[in-house]
């Protein structure tokens, strides 16, 4: 048995692929690698880019999909939740969510500063060993 350290997930017209350690062993330093794709963007994020918490429901992976001083932000949370597969490449699938945070920035309002979306996702996980 081994760890899962790969996920692919799809839902709600969005695809999201989180690597713990690169997209593969070619990558330079095995940084946390996450690509998310949707009908307006497909965007890639790694290393430093990628926000990793360890939590009790599981690891908590953030990326900001859109950045703006003024206008605020939208992050991506995903949760990951710890997946042990009996064989190295074999998908175990799963179901988590995703959550967007739109941020408003310095903008003045009244109300909540953020607004959340819950992005349910269907996934498959599998461990791809380092060389």
Do not use: H, W
Not at 72 to 99: C, H, K, N, R, Y
């Amino acid at each position: 048995m081994a760890e899962a350290n790969v996920f692919e997930m799809t839902g709600d017209d969005v695809q999201i692929s989180y690597s713990a350690r690169g997209p593969f062993v070619d990558q330079p330093g095995l940084e946390p690698t996450l690509t998310y794709q949707d009908p307006d963007q497909n965007l890639t994020f790694s290393g430093d880019q990628v926000c990793t918490q360890q939590s009790e429901i599981g690891s908590l992976v953030s990326v900001s999909l859109k950045t703006s001083v003024d206008a605020g932000a939208t992050i991506l949370t995903l949760l990951i939740p710890s997946i042990t597969v009996e064989e190295i490449m074999v998908d175990q699938p799963f179901e988590t969510f995703a959550i967007v945070t739109q941020t408003f920035g310095i903008l003045p309002g009244v109300g909540a500063r953020q607004i959340y979306e819950v992005l349910e996702l269907d996934g498959m996980a599998r461990s791809i060993p380092l060389l």
